[in-house]
């Protein structure tokens, strides 16, 4: 019998150490980037580094780097290379022209997973204008580049027609789906009028932290959820009822790092759910080695959007796959998260500091109570005051 499933396409990862970004950073961004090529539905053969004062203007790596790659390239007849960074066009051109195979950064690589993951119109409407904007100031050599490697990962969507490849009909189609979008932002700004004043709560956090499963569990409801970045890109609002108190409670597209800015941009109503919230939910992922730079990549994002002053509930979840590392008493090396028992991790400044905070596992339901009573108690302080004669709920 002839297998007829399709053959997963095969990558290598490229990324820069730098004064900016030092060998650990690199590594985890590489991992990082891993997850997201596997997301995308590549295999991935091989890393590559390189120690720059500054990436090359031309080609981003060195020459002797570049014929390295070429000749692994060649030798395992690779389908593309992806940089962890966001090229030129004059370097997306020069390297593709060196190793004569299909070259994505990381920007189009994300933007690969948003075609691919949106199931709505709208969606797919803001996954489309952000594509096109990518797409346009890279056409000079893209008409070569989409006639030797047509479809595939990173030419998803307005990647594989020819027209496309027209400077003039891609400005008049972002213009059109500018449009297309402003109206949708009128129709969600008249849903969002409709819900009333009813509190409304947003889960945040980065990608593949668990916001879907705890919307899952919050609201008794089937919103998907996996063990890939960017599962949910379209947003989920649901009535939650904790006690006799309802409240609004809405999962949103997960934050990451070196998120492309034309991607917020097309995403800006997905973000106003998060700018309009009471409450906002910070789910972070305690199991997560770098947890903490996690949640600076969204603090820093709150701010982007204008919606860092909103108050904030700290939820550590995945508590049942946290791991420490015993420190020995010969190691000088000063202590660090990765030494902390969770119960040290508990009563850490890391936990004082994002007052309030809780620590759970939605898989395994642990502290699932104390979360509702903590959330139940925050959104009682707002309906206080927004609803002074409904103290009968209470």
Same mark, same amino acid.
């Given at each position: 019998?002839?297998?007829?499933?399709?053959?997963?396409?095969?990558?290598?990862?490229?990324?820069?150490?730098?004064?900016?970004?030092?060998?650990?950073?690199?590594?985890?961004? %590489?991992? $990082?980037?891993?997850?997201?090529? /596997?997301?995308?539905?590549? *295999?991935?053969? =091989?890393?590559?580094? #390189?120690?720059?004062?500054?990436?090359?203007?031309?080609?981003?790596?060195?020459?002797?780097?570049?014929?390295?790659?070429?000749?692994?390239?060649?030798?395992?007849?690779?389908?593309?290379?992806?940089?962890?960074?966001?090229?030129?066009?004059?370097?997306?051109?020069?390297?593709?022209?060196?190793?004569?195979?299909?070259?994505?950064?990381?920007?189009?690589?994300?933007?690969?997973?948003?075609?691919?993951?949106?199931?709505?119109?709208?969606?797919?409407?803001?996954?489309?204008?952000?594509?096109?904007?990518?797409?346009?100031?890279?056409?000079?050599?893209?008409?070569?580049?989409?006639?030797?490697?047509?479809?595939?990962?990173?030419?998803?969507?307005?990647?594989?027609?020819?027209?496309?490849?027209?400077?003039?009909?891609?400005?008049?189609?972002?213009?059109? %789906?500018? $449009?297309?979008?402003?109206?949708? /932002?009128?129709?969600?700004? *008249?849903?969002? =009028?409709?819900?009333? #004043?009813?509190?409304?709560?947003?889960?945040?956090?980065?990608?593949?932290?668990?916001?879907?499963?705890?919307?899952?569990?919050?609201?008794?409801?089937?919103?998907?959820?996996?063990?890939?970045?960017?599962?949910?890109?379209?947003?989920?609002?649901?009535?939650?009822?904790?006690?006799?108190?309802?409240?609004?409670?809405?999962?949103?597209?997960?934050?990451?790092?070196?998120?492309?800015?034309?991607?917020?941009?097309?995403?800006?109503?997905?973000?106003?759910?998060?700018?309009?919230?009471?409450?906002?939910?910070?789910?972070?992922?305690?199991?997560?080695?770098?947890?903490?730079?996690?949640?600076?990549?969204?603090?820093?994002?709150?701010?982007?959007?204008?919606?860092?002053?909103?108050?904030?509930?700290?939820?550590?979840?995945?508590?049942?796959?946290?791991?420490?590392?015993?420190?020995?008493?010969?190691?000088?090396?000063?202590?660090?998260?990765?030494?902390?028992?969770?119960?040290?991790?508990?009563?850490?400044?890391?936990?004082?500091?994002?007052?309030?905070?809780?620590?759970?596992?939605?898989?395994?339901?642990?502290?699932?109570?104390?979360?509702?009573?903590?959330?139940?108690?925050?959104?009682?302080?707002?309906?206080?005051?927004?609803?002074?004669?409904?103290?009968?709920?209470?």
């Amino acid at each position: 019998m002839i297998d007829t499933t399709p053959k997963a396409e095969t990558a290598i990862l490229v990324g820069v150490i730098t004064k900016d970004q030092d060998e650990n950073q690199v590594a985890e961004y %590489l991992e $990082e980037l891993a997850f997201l090529a /596997d997301t995308a539905g590549a *295999t991935v053969k =091989k890393l590559f580094t #390189q120690k720059l004062e500054y990436p090359n203007p031309r080609t981003f790596i060195g020459e002797g780097k570049l014929a390295e790659i070429a000749a692994y390239v060649k030798e395992n007849e690779i389908d593309f290379v992806v940089f962890d960074d966001e090229l030129t066009p004059s370097q997306l051109r020069n390297i593709e022209r060196e190793l004569e195979c299909k070259i994505l950064d990381r920007t189009n690589l994300i933007l690969d997973i948003f075609a691919k993951r949106a199931q709505t119109s709208y969606a797919k409407t803001q996954v489309e204008l952000a594509q096109y904007q990518y797409l346009l100031p890279r056409l000079v050599g893209m008409w070569q580049h989409l006639e030797r490697q047509r479809g595939g990962i990173g030419l998803r969507g307005p990647g594989e027609t020819e027209i496309e490849t027209d400077r003039r009909v891609i400005r008049t189609k972002i213009s059109k %789906l500018k $449009e297309q979008l402003r109206k949708i /932002d009128k129709q969600m700004i *008249t849903q969002r =009028k409709n819900r009333g #004043q009813m509190i409304r709560v947003s889960l945040i956090g980065y990608t593949n932290v668990g916001k879907s499963t705890i919307m899952n569990m919050l609201s008794k409801s089937e919103v998907f959820a996996e063990n890939k970045l960017f599962a949910t890109l379209d947003i989920t609002v649901r009535k939650v009822v904790i006690g006799n108190l309802p409240f609004l409670l809405s999962d949103t597209v997960g934050f990451i790092r070196k998120l492309p800015h034309h991607l917020v941009e097309s995403f800006k109503s997905t973000l106003d759910e998060v700018r309009e919230a009471d409450i906002l939910l910070h789910v972070v992922d305690i199991s997560h080695p770098s947890f903490e730079d996690q949640i600076n990549v969204v603090n820093e994002t709150l701010q982007d959007i204008k919606a860092g002053d909103k108050p904030v509930f700290i939820i550590f979840n995945k508590i049942d796959i946290y791991k420490f590392t015993p420190k020995d008493t010969d190691d000088l090396n000063p202590v660090n998260q990765s030494n902390w028992t969770l119960e040290e991790m508990q009563n850490s400044w890391m936990a004082k500091s994002n007052s309030p905070c809780i620590f759970i596992s939605a898989i395994q339901k642990t502290n699932i109570g104390l979360l509702r009573e903590t959330l139940y108690q925050k959104v009682k302080e707002i309906h206080i005051t927004r609803f002074p004669h409904d103290n009968f709920l209470y």
